[in-house]
């Protein structure tokens, strides 16, 4: 499976962006997604994850009420719809694919997008 990841950009505090990740190959729809951001310096944190029918999501609390994941099997997409951005959602983003578990270990997924840079502005 190889991982697009796009959409990201510069945005003022408070603005929004919707980032997509579109995956190849015939088997999307039975792998888990997940987002993970990396802002500079830190670590890799986990944003969000969604299970493979897309019946279940699971958030960060840093995200919760903001942030909102879907995905499309048809279009073998996922989609990060971010409102109210703040500063500190300043991160490359990535997306994931993985097995339908503990979606905010990034050691449960197997494949990753190349990440796309979410710059907020204050």
Do not use: H
């Not at 500079?40 to 944003?47: D, I, L, M, S, T």
């Not at 999501?57 to 279009?75: E, P």
């Not at 971010?82 to 097995?99: I, Q």
């Amino acid at each position: 499976v190889q991982l697009q990841a796009s959409g990201g950009g510069l945005v003022q505090a408070g603005g929004s962006l919707r980032l997509s990740c579109t995956a190849s190959g015939r088997t999307f729809s039975s792998y888990g997604m997940g987002w993970f951001r990396q802002a500079p310096g830190k670590g890799r944190e986990f944003v969000v994850g969604i299970s493979p029918g897309g019946g279940s999501t699971y958030y960060a609390d840093s995200v919760k009420g903001r942030f909102t994941i879907s995905r499309d099997n048809t279009k073998n997409t996922v989609y990060l719809q971010m409102n109210s951005l703040k500063p500190e959602d300043t991160a490359v983003y990535y997306c994931a694919a993985s097995g339908d578990s503990d979606y905010d270990d990034p050691y449960e997924y197997t494949y990753w997008g190349q990440g796309t840079l979410v710059t907020v502005s204050s």
